[in-house]
DNA sequence: GCCGTTTTCGGCCCGACTGTTTTCAGTCG
């Protein structure tokens, strides 16, 4: 039996018992007994008594149990034979829940979109108790778009509406302090929707410069304290603004970054502590209410290091404080190893770059443009290669306090072999391959293409290992955990790839390699200065999987980075 | 349904918003 098909099973239990209007606790229980054994890195096989864990009892463990055993649960097959398939998508409907969906089942038989839609046409819904004709309406202009918008976008979808927003928050005089929260502050793959935190002692004044500058396909609700909207863009994006006091600020900042799981622990912890936390302050024992200055301040008024957004998922975080340490943050890179110019595909020349980079702060950077193989890309011959070497070197000499290094991106090509010979790659500082073609071969052959590059002793990484991109397409399908023990057999550097359209690796394959300890980088992959910016997210997807600062090669000093690369020359 | 160094019963995170009401239930995050 498969850990993940119990986690689901007890998750559909908790759906149907919501639909039949069941005690919201007794649905929570099923929800948090899924999450327990989530939040469990151990497999099956490993856990020896599943009631041991947090959230899981006596009736949880027998549905358990049973799914072990028989590869069935009655509970769930009784629930499914109780309740109409219909009702289930239903759930989905915004301002439906529950409590409402088992009403208008049971009062007018809606066991289908269709259904209800008829009842609601016939004025049947406002009829009923608790529900009304702006209810009835709500309904029947859901069920008009209903299934044909995205429920979740990628967040590289999104990141340009926050940066916008970001952008025009900080330009209103009435707005004190703002900042995005919710999932995509968390770094998540997928968002829902985009949630701001704006500090102002004017909320009116910024609800109507909101309402009148963004570019709105709806308004959803525009109270004194929560602004929501969807933004009229190729995609339809959700945002939600809630305003606050700047006193106010970093509890709500806190709350609305979540996760749920997260704020739920903390609640506990609090509550232990004879204190009560909402989105305003921290309620004392003796019903005073204290705010703070910033997150920092919040967290160690309980005590705790500041926990980074990324981390804060099922609450396990809070078991881990003695690692929080050890993640890198964006202060701690030194460096950016993959990049483009306009040698190739890129928007600027080798020398803004390199001043781009010292403008961040960093202490060396590599050049690395696509090889000849990528004829779209205007990818380098070797006879150019040792032109722009030449570039570099003007760069360098102008500019001794950094320090700039020549590589390349080089093909990995769909026949299996490298893109360059071994004598031009040995005059190259560093060496990064990669699959730009031939995604849909079999795994194998993928593999045997990735070997090669592996085997080659001047290549020092392997960028963007999967391909992939978020939330669209799966990439070339390596073995990663293979691609991962190679890496370390052959001592490799892995890319986790900041662009947010990439990401990869991603969060698992992060653990894996970090288990192992390969080495990462986390790279921009930039094709214009503006897309250095990605490195804070990078980084910030980092923590996500935990990984230690020690492990990412752009937290290393220049000196550091020499060696490195020296040392793969010499072997 | 789960849980307990104040509890084996009575809580379970907490508050805003909406629409339904005339004091509150349901939904949502």
Known sequence: MNKKIIIRTLEKIALYLELQGENPFKVSAFRKAAAALEADERSLAEIDDVTKLKGIGKGTAAVITELIDTEK??????????????????????????????????????DSAERLKEVCEAGEVQKLAGFGAKTEEKILKELGTFGTRAERLPIWQLEPAVIEIEALLQAMPEVEKASVAGS?????????????????????????????????????????????????REEPISVDFRLVTADEYASALHHFT???????????????????????????????????????AFFAHFNLPFIPPAVRENGSELDRLDELAQLATVQDITSDLHMHTTWSDGAHAVHEMGEALIARGYSHGVITDHSQYLKVANGLTPERLAKQRLEIDVFNAAHPQFRLYAGTEMDILPDG?????????????????????????SQDKIMARLLTAMENPYVHMIAHPTGRIVGERNGYDPDVKTL???????GKILELNANPYRLDLATEHLVYAMELGVPIAINTDAHAIDQLRFMDLGVRYSQKAWVKKELIVNT?????????IRKHKDN
């Open 73 to 110: 649960s009655t509970v769930l097959e009784e629930l499914e034979a109780n309740t109409p398939k219909g009702l289930v998508p239903l759930m989905k409907l915004p301002g439906l829940g529950g409590k409402k969906l088992a009403k208008l089942y049971q009062e007018l038989g809606v």
């Open 258 to 296: 979540g996760s749920k799981d997260h704020n739920v622990r903390m609640r506990q912890l609090a509550k232990s502590m004879g204190k009560k936390i909402s989105e305003y302050g921290v309620e004392q024992q003796d019903g005073s209410v204290v705010t703070f200055e910033s997150e920092e």
């Open 556 to 564: 290393w000093t220049t000196e550091q980075f020499e060696a490195f």
């Open 484 to 490: 991962i023990e190679w890496a370390k057999a052959y």
């Open 417 to 441: 072999t490298l893109d360059f010979e071994d004598d031009v790659l040995k005059e190259l500082d560093f060496v990064i391959a990669s699959i730009h073609s031939s995604f849909t071969q």
């Open 184 to 232: 995509f502050r968390r770094v998540k793959e997928t968002s829902k929707d985009i949630d701001f935190i704006v500090a102002t002692t004017n909320a009116q004044a910024v609800r109507e410069q909101l309402l009148a500058q963004l570019v709105i396909l709806e308004v959803v609700a525009a109270g004194d304290t929560k602004v929501s909207v969807i933004l009229d």
